[in-house]
């Protein structure tokens, strides 16, 4: 029994070494493809985070600075987004500047008017529109 159990162990040793031989040939011959792949899967997930934030922005133009039972609302939403943003590491360093209004507006309610409000939401999403395009120019290898 213990003789059969060796031969099976070394036929699986055998197995094993020549998966990783494939993978490792597959990994240099088809390497294209691979980082292809790969970065459609990062492209996808960078236009989850773009979408999320589109829409909260979204739900900051239906809300009015001038309602005050809404002015909650459009706190919460800022700070959502102000989160969103840092979670990001891409985005952080490219939204700075919009951060920083977005945080001084949901801290201080008083700079919360319905102009600045939509002011920011443009900005906003004008940047986040760019970084839309940057992303798919890069997909395609065309980022300069």
Do not use: W
């Amino acid at each position: 029994m213990e003789v059969i159990f060796k031969i099976l162990t070394a036929i699986a040793d055998v197995f094993a070494i020549v998966a990783a031989g494939i993978a490792i040939y597959i990994f240099f011959a088809k390497r294209d493809i691979i980082s292809s792949a790969l970065r459609v899967l990062l492209n996808f997930s960078s236009q989850i985070t773009l979408d999320e934030l589109k829409a909260k922005l979204e739900r900051l133009n239906d809300l009015s600075a001038d309602d005050p039972d809404e002015i909650k609302d459009i706190v919460n939403i800022l700070n959502e987004v102000v989160g969103q943003i840092h979670g990001s590491k891409n985005l952080s360093t490219q939204c700075n500047e919009v951060m920083i209004k977005i945080e001084n507006m949901a801290d201080d309610k008083s700079q919360l008017t319905e102009p600045r409000k939509r002011a920011l939401i443009s900005e906003l999403r004008e940047r986040l529109r760019n970084i839309d395009v940057d992303n798919y120019a890069d997909f395609i290898g065309d980022k300069k």
